[in-house]
């Protein structure tokens, strides 16, 4: 049976319209000469601006275009936002909610959190919800108990129906932009203590979730990490930068997906 994948690029604040028209005609001209299988997924998340232009550029490809937040109110008096409807209709297919960058530089909580994935989910959007623990949260062994919370408190009343169409992202903080990596080992136990908080939480839909991996996720890591059971892809930010590196990682989904 083939496994599930979806291979996410953050892109963060990079790329102006013209840049990522350039990099998304890249991405998408090696995901076709890659063929994936319909099991794996291409994503790719540029900053608001970029959007249309990577739309552009990849339009028939098969790789989706997502954004990298929303507020959770669909109009109103706040300005610099954005409205998970106006996402919708720009003709994003995903957007990333909770990433630890917004987090720690924003103040994001739990329960902002809740109600930005449910006001995602009700336009239709595909949430991708990050969690993960910081470096000191893991020294003091608090891994698996920051994240159930950070489950339990962000997927609160979000309805059966609804939780098909939602992805988690572990993000371990303490390997985003540092080069560090967690483990294959590492990455997989807390994968599957995740797999079972949202069987806790969701029940059946719960267990069958995709669950991404978002620290420091490379091609020399990729075919290690991807592998492990719990593991269907990854949230992936400096090496989504450059097609080759990306394409390199969607390859080795591709491998793991049909062996």
């Not at 998304?24 to 794996?40: D, F, G, R, Y």
């Not at 159930?148 to 962000?154: A, K």
């Amino acid at each position: 049976m083939a496994r599930t994948y979806l291979i996410a690029g953050n892109w963060k604040m990079h790329t102006t319209p013209p840049e990522a028209r350039t990099l998304a005609t890249a991405i998408a001209e090696k995901h076709n000469s890659l063929k994936p299988p319909s099991s794996v997924q291409t994503l790719i998340c540029p900053p608001y601006i970029s959007i249309h232009a990577a739309l552009e550029a990849v339009a028939g490809s098969g790789v989706h275009v997502g954004a990298q937040d929303c507020h959770f109110e669909p109009k109103g008096a706040f300005t610099g936002e954005i409205a998970p409807n106006m996402v919708k209709a720009s003709g994003c297919s995903h957007v990333i909610l909770g990433h630890s960058e917004r987090r720690q530089y924003f103040g994001e909580t739990n329960g902002l959190l809740n109600k930005k994935v449910r006001a995602a989910l009700s336009e239709g959007l595909i949430p991708i919800y990050c969690v993960g623990e910081t470096l000191t949260e893991r020294q003091e062994e608090w891994t698996l108990a920051v994240v159930r919370t950070q489950l339990v408190d962000g997927l609160k009343d979000i309805s059966l129906q609804n939780a098909s169409n939602l992805v988690i992202a572990y993000e371990p903080v303490w390997a985003i932009g540092t080069g560090l990596a967690a483990t294959a080992e590492q990455a997989q136990e807390v994968h599957a203590a995740i797999r079972g908080f949202l069987t806790e939480i969701l029940g059946a839909v719960g267990a069958e979730m995709l669950i991404l991996y978002g620290g420091s996720l490379k091609p020399d890591n990729a075919d290690e990490i991807l592998s492990k059971p719990d593991v269907n892809g990854g949230l992936i930010g400096g090496a989504a930068l450059q097609a080759d590196s990306f394409a390199a990682i969607i390859a080795a989904a591709c491998k793991i997906a049909v062996s």
